[in-house]
């Protein structure tokens, strides 16, 4: 049973999952009929994954009760039934608006940004937007002299934006004490927001010359797939954080327009993510506050991290350099699976048929097919490029010829030929090397497991499935790789060129 509150999605509140192990093949599932939705639309799971989730949501006119939920499986369907129908309580409980009560500008300056969130996602959308504080006296009274809202400026939250920002500028002199949230939008009477935000003025500080602009992964808050970033701004203001894989450079942004431009392309929760330039972004309300972030990572990855910062008197600060960061290594080893053959086979003339062999191999394991990869690197429905266009020629039979030549006085020369045949015995056994790459986003990865895994009655079954008819049946043999750190016995020597 899932609890939905009308008006918005609950956050994970319908989750899929085989009944043991891992998903033996890519699923998905969506919901029947108009009146609920998931976000995203389809819950979708990859071969090898544990379980798949997805916000639910209904309208905020949907009846308060208890509704019959129908779903269809749209993928997946040669290996899982369909669901059976599931209960959803529908209630009426408000959802709430996170912004901050208290707020520091600059005196001719902006604001600490205002960083907009809720702890509901909107069905359709609300809206929030700051505006001045008018008294409810006889003279109307302006609580906000000295404060200007900044033109135009409203957070849209709603199904894929989750996050805005508000903000608002100074006066040289501010006699206002407070600004007004205003609260709008589709389903606007399904949350709740605070009324006010006090407003302190402060004069603006002293520009340094050389901050320290400190960077550091936080080791004890990261694991193998959560890489934790921790940076300090030399002031109060806006501050960005961006994680870029070590492959795509360690170019630092030189201007603020170039990091909001690359933050607003930045989707958080993407797939693949760890695999491509993330960013994060926070408010730094208090002096010597830390900004710290939560980045997608994979096993033993490489990425550099640089910091940026916009104070509340409009300075701009970026890393001096960006820095290093490997995220931390879960343990994992490739296994090395060695199929034997009684009859001939090749991985580059078969290259077809081992491919298939990596294929039902990583469906029987229950992980993705890039992670069982043959000698080459190529995986199920992808040939590596390295693979080389023919097979090396066959071992030929060595002959070697003796001349002997006898020398008799007053007869002519006579010479004898002897021929030496080595015959190299028949081959009676032929070896596919196949490896299964460890998980990369595992916390912690048990290798002698996978070991046993791969040569399991079943993966061996799953592997004569492709062979045994042609080939013959395989032994299977499995060893996680070791890793042994390279020793020159003369260093090389450092020379230029190119």
Sequence with gaps: MATVSRGTYSKDAVCIQPASGNFKSDVAVSVQGSVFKTNPASISAKMGAARACADMGTAATTQTSVHNVRWTVNNGTALYTNLPTQMVTVNSKVATVT????????????????????????????????????????????????????????????VGTNQGVLGFACAATVTGKELKYKLDGTDKAQFSI???????????????????????????????SKTTIEGECPGLGGSWIGLTPLAQGDKVLSAVADVRAAHAKFVPGAEGAHAQQQWCYRAVAATGAKTSCEFASASKAQYYAALYCETIEGWFFASTKAVNVTAKDNGGKPVSLSLTYSKAISDITDNAVVLNICGKLAESLAVPYARVTDAYGGYFGNPSPSLPTSAPAAATTNTTTTNTTTNKTRLLNTTTNATNTTTKPAQTSWVINLFVQPDPFADKVDNAATVTAATAPTAVAAVDGVTKAKFGAATAKAVAVSEVAVKFVTAPAATGGN
């Design 99 to 158: 912004v901050p009560d208290k707020v520091t500008c600059s005196l001719s300056g902006s604001s600490v940004p205002i960083v907009v969130t809720a702890d509901a996602v909107p069905f359709s959308d609300i809206k929030v937007s700051l505006e001045k504080s008018i008294a409810t006296d006889e003279a109307k009274t302006d609580n906000s002299v000295g404060i200007t809202v900044n033109a135009g400026e409203v957070v849209t939250l709603k």
């Design 194 to 224: 605070i009324e006010k935000v006090s407003v302190t003025a402060q004069k603006a500080g002293t520009k340094p010359a050389t901050p320290a602009m400190k960077l550091a992964m936080v080791a004890d808050k990261s694991t193998a």
